[in-house]
Structure formats: structure tokens, C-alpha cells
């Protein structure tokens, strides 16, 4: 600013610079935002663009972040069924793989040669048989 406007008094050189460092600014929102703080001096235009840039791609990547919820213990009774009928759920699960063992067909057993089960199933099928 003194070397391009030489002839001209500081006062005005400083009332200059916020206008041209605003000019400058290639982002057309943080531009906008800081001709409309309508500042006084360079610095607080600066400054002033600075925060904006900061702000603005902070939230941008906190789009992705999920909020947090506080609960005031309302649904207190729902998830409490809920759990229960999910412990309902997986104990039933759990007792019927123990109950029934898997059937594949295409395996074959060693104790017994028969197909459709292995040889830690074999008990479980014939119960009666001895080695």
C-alpha cells in the first residue's frame, strides 16, 4: 500500500487495505461475510476472514459426526422389554444349536461311515450305539 499509493496519507492507505485484502479473497462466502463485518483496519479483516475460513470447513466436516442424544429414561420400559425378549431370543437360539446338531449330507462320518453328519454329532443322532 505505500509503494501504490505513495502521495496518498496514511489515513487513507489504512482505510484502503481492509477493501483490497477483501477484493482478494477468492472464497465468494468468506468474501461476502468479511465486506459485510465492514472493517476498519487490515487486521481485523484478517482476522476477522480467518475465523470465517475456519468456521466454515469445521463445519463441513462435522456433518459426519453424529450427535449426541440424552435420554430422560421415558423409554425406560420399552428397552426393557425389548432386552428381555432379546434374551428371550438368544437363549432359544443358543438351546436349539446345542439341541439339534447340523445336517449336511455331503459329509461323511468316521465312527459310522454314514453321511449326513461328523463324528462329534454321532452321540447326539444315535444315542443307543456304543463304539
Known amino acids: 500500500m505505500s509503494l501504490a499509493y505513495a502521495e496518498c496519507p496514511q ?14 479473497i477468492r472464497d465468494e462466502d468468506t468474501q461476502h461475510a468479511t465486506r459485510l ?3 476498519k483496519d487490515l487486521e481485523s479483516a484478517l482476522a476477522y476472514s480467518m475465523k470465517y475460513e475456519a468456521a466454515k470447513i469445521v463445519s463441513k466436516t462435522s456433518r459426519n459426526v453424529r450427535p449426541i442424544v440424552i435420554e430422560d429414561g421415558t423409554g425406560k ?9 432379546l434374551e428371550k431370543l438368544l437363549n432359544s437360539h443358543v438351546a436349539g444349536k ?3 446338531p447340523r445336517r449336511n449330507p455331503n459329509v ?5 461311515n454314514k453321511k449326513g453328519h461328523v463324528q462329534r454329532e454321532f452321540q447326539t443322532i444315535y444315542p443307543n450305539q456304543e463304539n
Open 11 to 24: 489515513d487513507v492507505r489504512d482505510s484502503l487495505a481492509p477493501q483490497y485484502v477483501v477484493d482478494a
Open 108 to 112: 461323511t462320518c468316521w465312527k459310522c
Open 37 to 39: 463485518m465492514d472493517a
Open 77 to 85: 420400559e420399552k428397552d426393557e422389554k425389548f432386552d428381555c425378549l
Open 98 to 100: 446345542k439341541n439339534t
